[in-house]
């Protein structure tokens, strides 16, 4: 019988990714004997400081890697966004699974949309990504940082910290708190995260015998996009430190990549897709990179690493 060893966080989101794919493993191999490791990162660990001040949400991944390279798990289970686009030498993105609904949640207990909230309101959000395109939306609003894991966040709110939060709802809805979604941000008005709502599998690259388990729990039209999306995130060199949104969907055969680049405070935001082969999709995002620089992109990052 055959073992396989998942390094995770132990925050819910991320014991609930890993049970996810233990129950997948499982379901296609019966027998597999499935044990969680669970650990603590960096980015659990600090929580008083903004991620973009600490290094950004490689944070939440190195511990992991280095288990599986020090061969004390064999897989780790990752949310895709916090997932940086360069990999350690030895290990790969083996699988990308199904996706979860991607956009960015409202989540508020007296208030149904930003559009409601009172001039001046305190709205909470961990991303600089969510920040800037809030601060264009609703230039009124007191956007302040909002760190921890789910749980702690709508603590946060419920305590009256906060009049309304921003987060991922895929990770609203895996945990079972959909109910607390007061209403979902368009893609429009709020770009996701490239890789938001998407769950990645890390092993060695050298190991076909998990690479062959981990098989059918691949969704490559899944795969396609978050590529695409990652492809336009790696060329812009950008990280949890600056606001970059990128979503992909299909079209049919073709695939429609979307990207955004903005300041700091929401004043400029540049916006551009491009539509190609599903087949092309790391090209789409080179090339929807490289639109975005020409149009000014380069100039707004260096203006905000220079700030942060």
Request: hydrophobic share 45%; aromatic share 4%; proline share 3%.
């Amino acid at each position: 019988m055959a073992k396989i060893r998942i390094a995770t966080r132990k925050s819910a989101l991320a014991l609930w990714q890993a049970e996810f794919v233990k129950a997948e493993l499982l379901k296609y191999h019966a027998d597999l004997d499935v044990e969680l490791v669970p650990m603590s990162t960096q980015g659990d660990k600090i929580l008083d400081t903004p991620l973009a001040k600490i290094g950004g949400k490689g944070l939440f991944v190195k511990e992991l890697e280095t288990a599986i390279l020090e061969d004390r798990a064999d897989i780790a289970v990752h949310s895709m966004k916090d997932v940086p686009v360069a990999f350690p030498e030895g290990l790969q993105l083996q699988t990308i699974c199904l996706r979860e609904d991607p956009r960015d949640a409202f989540v508020s207990n007296q208030f149904r949309s930003l559009a409601e909230l009172p001039q001046g309101a305190v709205v909470g959000t961990s991303s600089l990504r969510r920040q800037c395109q809030i601060k264009a939306l609703r230039p009124d609003l007191q956007v302040r940082d909002l760190r921890g894991n789910v749980n702690t966040r709508l603590k946060k709110l419920d305590n009256g910290e906060f009049a309304a939060i921003i987060l991922a709802a895929a990770g609203l809805i895996r945990l079972g708190f959909a109910e607390r979604i007061a209403s979902y941000l368009t893609v429009d008005s709020s770009l996701p995260a490239n890789g938001q709502g998407a769950v990645g599998i890390e092993c060695r690259s050298d190991d076909a015998q998990v690479q062959a388990l981990l098989a059918p729990l691949e969704h490559n039209l899944t795969r396609q996009c978050v590529l695409a999306e990652r492809a336009m995130n790696r060329a812009l060199q950008g990280g949890c430190q600056v606001p970059i949104g990128a979503f992909a969907i299909l079209e049919g055969e073709q695939l429609w990549l979307r990207g955004l680049v903005g300041s700091l405070d929401g004043q400029q935001i540049i916006r551009d897709d491009v539509r190609g082969s599903i087949d092309a999709a790391e090209q789409l995002g080179q090339q929807l990179a490289e639109q975005l620089l020409a149009a000014g992109a380069g100039e707004i990052l260096a203006a905000v690493y220079q700030q942060s």
